[in-house]
């Protein structure tokens, strides 16, 4: 007689619990992301960030600190990764410290910026 190993399917339990730690490292990975007079909508390889004008606005989001320097007409300058960044809607993005950044809109309220992570790095 051979006994053969049956690989049997995942407990209950251990579905939870796997699904738990996934729904946890999740959350831990978007709960990166603060800010200071400014929104922000992380996922897991890039950031679109809101900055209210006229205030000093700052957001940490991919392990960089993002803030809005100025703004005027559709250019503006903000400092990512400790860089001074000009922008200007609708350019290529600009790369700094393996990220990279857009300038996605300018209004009289806010600025909002996009900053990848860069697929080559």
Request: charged content about 20%; aromatic content about 2%; hydrophobic content about 40%.
């Amino acid at each position: 007689m051979t006994n053969r190993r049956v690989d049997s399917p995942l407990t209950p339990t251990r579905r939870a619990a796997g699904l738990f730690a996934g729904l946890a490292l999740g959350v831990a990975v978007l709960a990166g992301c603060s800010s200071e007079g400014a929104s922000t909508d992380c996922g897991l390889d890039a950031c679109t960030v809101t900055f209210d004008r006229g205030v000093n606005a700052s957001a940490n989001i991919l392990g960089v600190e993002a803030k809005l320097i100025g703004a005027q007409d559709d250019q503006v300058t903000v400092e990512v990764a400790g860089e001074k960044l000009s922008l200007t809607t609708g350019q290529q993005a600009t790369e700094v410290g393996g990220l990279a950044v857009t300038l996605d809109s300018v209004t009289d309220q806010e600025v909002k910026i996009r900053v990848a992570r860069n697929p080559g790095n």
